[in-house]
């Protein structure tokens, strides 16, 4: 059987769960690697995928029989079929945390189902531990987002307007082996630059600006996420101050980062020496990176956890001046047991375009 | 008091619901044209959006005194201020089909709400009716939809793939005053057009291929969806036959389109003629289009409702033999009170490519 199915199964089965209907796409495409809209049941007997006639076609040509699973039409489905699933089940899992309160009442009605118990984010626990696959596809995204920024550092010219510098990064991504975007790339120019999540706007790049440029793309299925803040024409030595602020914070955080780490604690650090400085640290310090851009664990104090060798997670002080400017510095991070190596390797020094 | 938010005030009023939590983004932006991640409170005697540090900048650049909407902080909440937002509330709306079963036992525990009630796609149903910039958006993507296909019909040769054509569309899109993609575009050709949701593949367009080309813009926010089907070099007869089935059930629809048509008898009505010829009709014959590409009504057996006018949505039948080819042909139609308007104008005619 399809190995992530039979760790989840083993996962379900020391919690006394005997089946789970699984909903989310991203984690059917995890544990099957199909890219459709269905979902996946795990029964007592089988595995099986139920989809739409028009999804039968492309997801036959996904599966081997290696991955032991049935792939059946909703139009096949009897009322009594359903009710069937999980007839000796004392406890079935289900996705809380994605399925809506409507479709619980629905799964509750057409599956009568004994006892729908709510499962934690099993699967999304499992995705935060990629394998050396998996590795391999965000090293790969990574790579690409680097050479992106690299071109950006030629391309970029005074005039230019921030969406016009958007549109090049989509398209340098699509040009070199990345399938597009891990999401809407933000290019924040002078005042902008103080706004976390900017939109690219037709404010044109001039002299004296700071440029934040947050992007990543996506590599077979595999996110990256970067963001480095440049100048142009010169630096105020206010602004090298935050710079330098942020920069050392991103850098005492990514030598903390391995196995075991405390990531509230990591958190904790950034907060204390920007408070220190008079400065706030307004969002979270990163999130985890893999089928998602935005996946657990998220690096914020509100997370008790631990990291874990295997984990690739995002590094991402800022600091942000209503009105005035902003300063964030960040990589795609991927955590050993001992260390951490940074992903995205794009220099962090001063960047002064002219 | 912004006029979308006045009448969705209304109609709760008129169900005995004095406040709601709205969550859904699309719904959010509907309302109020914010584009962030938050919650809007409609409450007894307030319009609250909340949100967090990131955003706050960039939402109160997109309000305007006249939203009479009071703009905070998640950060800037205490336990007592949520529990005092419905307080004389005897009942509060949520949109049970977007919030989780988590977030459902998360707003219960957090407001304190006597009676959490569903709302039946309350904000979801005011869209279907678009207004006349709502149209007049809608109306400019296609525009820009119809633009790049006759594009298409110059741009794409033989030998290319149907990733480059794709692509092709993407930029297309961008430098003609879209945003972007209104969902990844369809180029499926030979084989591959028997798949109803085919993603592009590296597969080259060759001679006596059938290239089904199903794609959509967003024009300040709104969206626009079209499918054709065109040949290369030639067209086989049995394919003609199969073409002029579908094209005639499309035609015989849009006709058929109206304020008061009845949703499942057009359904039936392609159904019955496709089953004649030993077809089945294998997907939803239509959806509803706007802020999302897919959304109501559904265009299907299963919605027992009627056409309304202002409703935008598309036609799509579709034919697909397995293994060999697939001929869909769709447009985006505003429904009026006497007959309907295609949004979309590209000819419908045989199209071969040489």
Request: net charge negative; aromatic share 8%.
């Given at each position: 059987?399809?190995?992530?199915?039979?760790?989840?199964?083993?996962?379900?089965?020391?919690?006394?769960?005997?089946?789970?209907?699984?909903?989310?796409?991203?984690?059917?495409?995890?544990?099957?690697?199909?890219?459709?809209?269905?979902?996946?049941?795990?029964?007592?007997?089988?595995?099986?995928?139920?989809?739409?006639?028009?999804?039968?076609?492309?997801?036959?040509?996904i599966l081997t029989i290696d991955d032991e699973i049935i792939v059946t039409s909703f139009r096949d489905l009897s009322y009594e079929d359903y009710e069937n699933y999980f007839l000796f089940c004392e406890n079935v899992g289900f996705e809380e945390n994605y399925v809506t309160y409507?479709?619980?009442?629905?799964?509750?009605?057409?599956?009568?189902?004994?006892?729908?118990?709510?499962?934690?984010?099993?699967?999304?626990?499992?995705?935060?531990?990629?394998?050396?696959?998996?590795?391999?596809?965000?090293?790969?995204?990574?790579?690409?987002?680097?050479?992106?920024?690299?071109?950006?550092?030629?391309?970029?010219?005074?005039?230019?307007?921030?969406?016009?510098?958007?549109?090049?990064?989509?398209?340098?991504?699509?040009?070199?082996?990345?399938?597009?975007?891990?999401?809407?790339?933000?290019?924040?120019?002078?005042?902008?630059?103080?706004?976390?999540?900017?939109?690219?706007?037709?404010?044109?790049?001039?002299?004296?600006?700071?440029?934040?440029?947050?992007?990543?793309?996506?590599?077979?299925?595999?996110?990256?996420?970067?963001?480095?803040?440049?100048?142009?024409?010169?630096?105020?030595?206010?602004?090298?101050?935050?710079?330098?602020?942020?920069?050392?914070?991103?850098?005492?955080?990514?030598?903390?980062?391995?196995?075991?780490?405390?990531?509230?604690?990591?958190?904790?650090?950034?907060?204390?020496?920007?408070?220190?400085?008079?400065?706030?640290?307004?969002?979270?310090?990163?999130?985890?990176?893999?089928?998602?851009?935005?996946?657990?664990?998220?690096?914020?104090?509100?997370?008790?956890?631990?990291?874990?060798?295997?984990?690739?997670?995002?590094?991402?002080?800022?600091?942000?001046?209503?009105?005035?400017?902003?300063?964030?510095?960040?990589?795609?991070?991927?955590?050993?047991?001992?260390?951490?190596?940074?992903?995205?390797?794009?220099?962090?020094?001063?960047?002064?375009?002219?």
């Open positions: 059987m399809n190995e992530r199915i039979r760790w989840i199964r083993n996962n379900l089965k020391s919690q006394n769960i005997q089946g789970m209907i699984i909903s989310n796409p991203t984690n059917i495409k995890y544990l099957t690697n199909i890219d459709a809209e269905g979902i996946l049941l795990l029964t007592l007997r089988e595995n099986i995928y139920i989809t739409d006639e028009r999804y039968i076609e492309k997801v036959k040509k409507s479709n619980y009442k629905e799964i509750m009605h057409k599956y009568k189902i004994n006892n729908l118990v709510e499962t934690e984010w099993i699967v999304e626990k499992q995705r935060q531990i990629k394998d050396q696959d998996e590795i391999s596809y965000i090293r790969k995204a990574c790579e690409i987002t680097d050479n992106c920024f690299s071109h950006l550092l030629k391309y970029i010219k005074k005039g230019m307007t921030e969406k016009q510098i958007s549109d090049e990064i989509e398209k340098f991504f699509k040009e070199n082996g990345a399938s597009g975007v891990s999401f809407p790339s933000i290019v924040a120019s002078g005042e902008n630059s103080a706004i976390p999540h900017a939109t690219p706007t037709d404010r044109k790049i001039q002299s004296g600006d700071v440029i934040t440029i947050d992007m990543g793309c996506v590599y077979n299925g595999y996110c990256s996420d970067m963001t480095r803040t440049i100048f142009v024409d010169f630096v105020q030595e206010y602004m090298k101050k935050v710079y330098d602020l942020v920069l050392k914070n991103q850098m005492i955080v990514t030598s903390e980062m391995r196995e075991g780490a405390n990531i509230k604690t990591l958190s904790k650090i950034v907060e204390g020496n920007f408070k220190m400085n008079d400065y706030d640290l307004v969002h979270a310090l990163g999130h985890g990176v893999g089928l998602e851009v935005h996946e657990g664990p998220i690096i914020s104090e509100k997370n008790e956890k631990t990291l874990k060798a295997g984990m690739v997670v995002t590094n991402e002080p800022g600091i942000y001046l209503p009105g005035e400017y902003g300063v964030r510095i960040e990589d795609t991070i991927l955590i050993g047991e001992n260390d951490s190596e940074v992903l995205t390797k794009s220099s962090k020094n001063y960047c002064i375009l002219s």
